[in-house]
Structures are given as C-alpha cells and as structure tokens.
C-alpha cells in the first residue's frame, strides 16, 4: 500500500483540520445580510424581539411571521432568532450567521462519525475506511451547493433539521441512544424546526432494512413474518411519534391563513416537473457552476417533454442501482445513501410549493450522495489495486485529485459567498442566471430604484411584469417608483392595483401608507396601516410607521375646523368641495348640501357641487330633492359619471 491508515488521534487532527478550513472558507460570509424570507421571519417580525414570552413560540405559529400565508409552525427556528436578536440587541446578521454557522460545524463532525459507522457496518475489515470518511466529511464541509444554505439565514431550518436527522440516526446507533429513545427527542425537535425532520422515520426504516435486519434481504424466504415484525417493533415508535408530531403541528397548530401548496398547479404537473429538478440537482453535485439564489425552473409541459424523459431515465438507473447494491453486505452504503438522497427529497417532490426548484433545498438529500459517492470510489480504487506502490502514477493522482476537487469546492464556496454579500451582487446573478424570474428582475430593479436609476428600475419592473402580471409586488414597485419621478397619478394606480388583490401580505396597505405619508394624508395612512396590522399584528414596519405619525393625525373635526378656515381665507371651488367631501364622510349631509350651496353662489355651473347635494339628499331618503340636484348636475355636463349614478340612485327609489 501507498500509506499505513490513519490512527485515531490523527483522524481527529484531519477532522479538526477541515473544520479550520472550512472556517476560513466561509470567513468573508458572516457580514453577509438578510434575503427573502428572512424580512418577514426577523426584520419585520415583533415577535422574535422579545424574549419575554417565549413559550410562546411553541403554542402560537402567528409568531414565526409577519405574514399571515407564511406561518409555519417552526418554533425552535423563531425561538433561535429571538435568541440571535438578544445578543446582537438588534437586527445584525453577523451574530445570525455565526450562530447557524456553528450548527454548520457541529453537523460536519456528527457527518463524519455517521459516514464512518455505515461503512464499518458493510466492511469493517476494510482499512481505509477512516481516509474515504475523512474525504466525504471534507467534500461535505467545502462543498460549493452548500453555501446556499449556509449564507441564507432563513434556511437555517434547512441545515439544523439535517443536524437533527444525522443526531437522531447516531443516537439510535448508539446503545444507550436506543435504549432511551433519546433519538426521538432529536427527532422531536427537528420537526418542531422544520416539517421534513419528519423524514427520520423513513431514513430510519432503511438504515434498519439494511444494516440490522438485513437478513430479510439475504434470506428472503426463511422466517420473513418474524423480520418483518422485528422491523416494524424497531421502526414503530419512530413512525408513532414522528407522524402524530407532524400531523399535530400541521393541521392544528399551523394557522388557517397559512398557504404551504401551489393549487395553481395539477399534481401530476409538478410532480413530472421533479424529475428534471433532480437532474438540476443532480448536476449542481457534480458541477455546481449554475447556482442560482432564485432559480427560474418553471412547470414544464407535456409530460413527455425530453427532460422529463431524461429525468426519469436518470431517476430510474439510481432506483435500479440502489435496488442493485441492497444485495450485497459490502455496497450497502450506496444503496443507503441513494435512499437517503430520494428520501429527504419527497416533501418538496410531492406537495406542490411555489416555487417549482429551490437550491438550498439540496443541503439534506445531498448527505445521502455524500455517503455513496466517495464509497463508490473508494472500492473501485481497491478493486483495481491502484494504491498498491507499483501503480505510482495511479497512487500520486489518486491524492492529488480529491485535493483538486475539495480546493476547487473551496474557491466556489468563497465566490458564492461574495455572491451573497449585498443585494446587489445577489439580484445580479439572478438575473443573469435565472433571467426568466419575475422575483430576480423586480428586485434587481429595486437596486437601481434605491439609487436613484429610476428609468432603469421601470424597465427591469416592466420585464417582471411581462413574465408575471398577477405579482403584487411588482405593482407596489411600479407605484414606488413613479411616486419618485412624481408621477403621482400612476403612482397612485399602481398601489391601488396592488390593494386589488387582496392578497393576506400586508404589504399593499403598508407602502400605500407609506406613499400616503409622503404627501401628508395622515388619516387617509393610518387607515391602512391599521388594515396591515388587522392582517399582520406583528407587522413592525407598519407598527413603527404608525407610531411616528401618531402625533400628525387629526380628528374629523379638527380637518373640517382646518378646511373652514382655508374656505374662509380662500373661497376657492376646491376648498368647497374638500369641505363638502369632510362632512360627507362624517355623516353631516345637511352640511354638505348648505356648503355645496355657498359653492353654487360663487360657480353656479359647478357640476361637483350638484352632485354631492344630490348624494346627501339621496343618504337623507329625500329621493326627489336628490334627483333635481343630480339632472341640474347632467344639464351642464351630459357626461358626469358619477351624477348619472347618483341620479338612477335616486330615480329607482322614486320608482
């Protein structure tokens, strides 16, 4: 052989080494800021800015989001950003990002013990299996895909509940583990971060099937009802806990508002879409030189479509192969972890979500190929005796190309982490990688809006527009940002068009407000900042807005005392018809009608004024005085909409 195997205390030395390592790869990260999903789960959420009432966590979702659609019953991620606020004593993401990325490190040290223990169990005898553990936690730990998760600090779901399912695993390996059901406590605690640690049971099942029962492959038909049943006894309080814990949190704790599945989609659709997305996955391990933050994979039809085709082509030789390599003692790993890889995929393969492909999302099922892979090396490389000191050609590039890959993963990692350092930078490679996402360009185009490149925020908003005219966000964009070149009328239809859709955000309500605000309606922005909260009570853009205007609301009466003395100092027809309107809202209608009526002694052919003493009269039932005031209205402006509507109010009750 080319070296003697690693001894115990210099496995720990590499082990802590890649943990050094991988410190100094992400060490141009931890200032990275806060993206997506992280706005409503900490920037604008009053919930986790407390400690005080923490419990709370557990027994109220409304406190994982500011949004109502969002609030999924993920306690242990709000009370780990409650705690990250605490220390930081405020919204600092550096204190977010050390904290996930020391769950980042634990989970490379438990990734190693688990990735040895299951090669041991297939081939104990073999020496080597210390150095392919060592390699496999290292292309873990440096691997470019993972960054993803990493940088994003809404996705700490993602990797801490992997950190739960590779705890519980080690923890049912271990006696006292098993003899407890400590593994359930992880287990618990990974769903009560993320729903999929519910895929422990399954994970759990085949590590059973092929490591400890795996008699039941060997000698199928002997005694095959007495190892089915001490299956099911090892599986079944797993499957007990894990699915009653799951379906609790999910149909009664998770609030009715919350919408987790995309019904604009079939099924079938999204499904059969899936089988591409894993080769899109499958392609990001191999050569992950196509992240995208926000990918545009949209639902592809027919189902006959040719990367449909070639997905299950590709799906189907890893389902033969996984099936092929359950066979024999020593190539189970491969079968386990193509299980692995499949199985962690399921929640976001079966259920419909809104976005059809998503690479953080790759952060579990790629532990799975993390243990296949590099045990498929290995046992190549001793089948063919290439380590052995003839072959030195085959032994120097044995060690110099998993050190080519893991410094290359290294340097992807590191750019990925620039990628991830501003907005900017981010929004950028979206678009220019996923250029078919309304999300990429409407935010590319908010960097632009931000610095004052209006024009080239209204092309970028418009080509998101074109790609997805039904996204609210856009039309608040667009009224933004006319609202900057003081198009005001525009500005105006844009955010009125964003309320239209009624959509359970509160954001429509909030940056109308805030527009309101910008042009001194003050009563006008609070009413819809108390709609915002009415939808989101933990809004805390909307609660802060509020509060600094608070002081700037006047009363109805204060605003018609304010609009009797700009009458008298300015007698001009609109003063009288914002006084007429200010009565009108409150209900005076006798006031209307005698201020409308000064009006007429000063403009006798002011169509507005009729109308308005058309429309109190109609409020007051005098159904005929209504209709006069309306056709003296008509009279002078045949075209007059709203006296025409007024009028047929007011002649159908006549009738």
């Known amino acids: 052989m080319l070296t003697t195997p690693l001894t115990k205390r210099n496995e720990f030395l590499v082990l802590v080494s890649i943990l050094v390592i991988t410190f100094f790869v992400y060490l141009n990260h931890f200032d990275n800021p806060f993206f997506f999903d992280d706005t409503h789960t900490i920037s604008n959420n009053e919930s986790i800015k407390s400690l005080d009432n923490w419990t709370e966590f557990f027994t109220n979702a409304d406190t994982f989001s500011s949004l109502p659609a969002n609030r999924s019953y993920r306690p242990i991620i709000t009370l780990m950003n409650a705690i990250d606020y605490a220390i930081a004593g405020g919204i600092k993401s550096n204190v977010f990002h050390y904290h996930i ?118 000698e199928f038909k002997t005694k095959t009802k007495e190892k089915i049943l001490n299956i099911l006894k090892k599986i079944a309080p797993t499957a007990i806990v894990g699915t009653s814990i799951f379906l609790f949190n999910q149909f009664y704790l998770t609030p009715k508002s919350t919408v987790s599945t995309n019904y604009f989609v079939t099924k079938f659709e999204y499904i059969s879409t899936q089988c591409y997305v894993i080769v899109h996955y499958l392609g990001n391990f191999v050569l992950p030189i196509r992240l995208s933050a926000d990918p545009d994979i949209a639902i592809i039809k027919p189902w006959y479509d040719i990367r449909i085709l070639f997905g299950v082509l590709v799906i189907s030789g890893m389902i033969f192969l996984m099936i092929k390599t359950a066979l024999k003692q020593k190539l189970r790993p491969i079968s386990f972890g193509i299980a692995w890889f499949f199985i962690a995929l399921l929640p976001t393969t079966l259920n419909p979500l809104f976005q059809t492909a998503n690479d953080h999302r790759m952060f579990f099922p790629f532990i799975g190929l993390f243990i296949a892979i590099p045990w498929v090396i290995i046992l190549l490389i001793d089948q063919y005796k290439l380590l052995q000191k003839r072959n030195n050609y085959y032994s120097s590039a044995i060690i110099i190309l998993p050190l080519l890959l893991l410094t290359a993963h290294a340097y992807g990692t590191i750019q990925r982490n620039k990628v991830w350092n501003s907005k900017e930078s981010l929004w950028l490679d979206v678009v220019q990688k996923s250029p078919k996402n309304a999300r990429g360009l409407m935010n590319y185009g908010l960097n632009h809006m931000e610095k004052g490149n209006y024009d080239a925020a209204i092309e970028y908003f418009n080509r998101a527009y074109k790609l997805q005219p039904n996204y609210c966000l856009i039309h608040i964009n667009l009224g933004i940002v006319y609202s900057g070149k003081k198009n005001y009328v525009k500005a105006e239809q844009y955010f009125k068009s964003a309320l239209a859709f009624n959509i359970t955000s509160p954001d429509p309500e909030y940056f109308y407000a805030r527009y309101l605000v910008s042009q001194n309606k003050y009563t006008a922005a609070e009413n819809y900042l108390k709609k915002a909260l009415v939808k989101s009570p933990n809004h805390s853009q909307s609660i802060q807005l509020l509060n600094s205007i608070s002081e700037k609301i006047i009363s109805p009466e204060q605003e018609i005392k304010i609009l009797l003395e700009k009458v008298k100092n300015d007698p001009t027809s609109e003063n009288y018809i914002n006084l007429s309107l200010k009565y009108y809202k409150k209900g005076a209608y006798k006031s209307v009608i005698s201020t409308c009526k000064e009006l007429l002694n000063i403009d006798p052919n002011n169509v507005a004024a009729y109308n308005n003493i058309c429309s109190a009269y109609n409020q007051m039932k005098q159904w005929k005085l209504g209709a006069e005031a309306c056709k003296k209205a008509l009279e002078i402006n045949p075209d007059f909409q709203l006296a025409k509507n007024n009028l047929k109010w007011a002649t159908d009750n006549i009738n």
Request: aromatic letters at 20%; a positive charge; charged letters at 10%.
């Open 101 to 218: 990325f020391f769950w980042y490190l634990t989970l490379i040290v438990l990734v190693f013990i688990l990735v040895k223990h299951i090669y041991k169990k297939s081939f104990d005898k073999f020496q080597w299996i210390g150095v392919i553990a060592l390699f496999a936690t290292a292309w873990f730990a440096l691997h470019t895909a993972n960054a993803e998760t990493i940088n994003y600090i809404c996705a700490r779901s993602d990797s801490f509940s992997t950190l739960c399912v590779v705890a519980s695993l080690l923890l049912y390996i271990h006696p006292v583990g098993k003899k407890w059901h400590l593994y359930l406590l992880t287990m618990i605690i990974g769903i009560w971060t993320k729903q999929t640690g519910v895929i422990f049971f399954p994970i759990l099942l085949v590590y059973i099937i092929l490591f400890e029962e795996y008699t039941i492959i060997d």
